[in-house]
């Protein structure tokens, strides 16, 4: 098995996605975007970036610039990612879950959390799971009470493009 950032390298490629989000009754939904990503090894394969990555927020369409690092002194990887909607960068940490191929990272220690209009931390967890080599599935989920519990608000099934 492979170790650091090319753990990740499996996400490299041009992908169609089938995009999800839950509706009232916390069942999931088609939704409208994203419907295809590209994700780059940069760098001489150090990170992986996604340039442009579509996604609904309430009902406006908000873009994500996607970095993915891994930091082989503290043995963590980061999500970094940036929005057109806020302006807003944050950063994700985390590591594969033992003898998986799923990577969770959140931004619950690294200071980033984005606040809602009342000041309470949105914190966020995302899984990405490999799931055969040309797929791969991603969860976000949101937690208000500082990790105790977490609402799926986001799925996508990366299909890679023939």
């Given at each position: ?65 996607i970095m993915w690092s891994y930091d082989k002194y503290r043995n963590v990887y980061r999500m970094v990612a940036s929005d057109d909607h806020d302006g807003l ?65 986001y799925r996508a099934i990366h299909t890679r493009k023939a």
């Open positions: 098995m492979t170790d650091g950032i090319e753990r990740l390298h499996f996400m490299v490629g041009e992908w169609n996605i089938d995009a999800f989000r839950p509706n009232e009754s916390g069942e999931w939904v088609s939704s409208p975007v994203p419907t295809e990503t590209r994700i780059d090894s940069v760098f001489d394969g150090a990170f992986l970036q996604e340039d442009e990555v579509k996604m609904m927020l309430g009902d406006q369409v908000v873009r994500f610039f960068t944050d950063i994700l940490e985390g590591g594969f879950n033992d003898g998986t191929d799923t990577i969770v990272v959140s931004n619950q220690t690294t200071g980033t959390a984005p606040e809602d209009e009342s000041g309470n931390k949105a914190f966020l967890r995302l899984t990405s799971t490999q799931n055969t080599p040309d797929r791969f599935t991603d969860e976000m989920h949101e937690s208000y009470d500082g990790g105790e519990s977490w609402e799926a608000v």
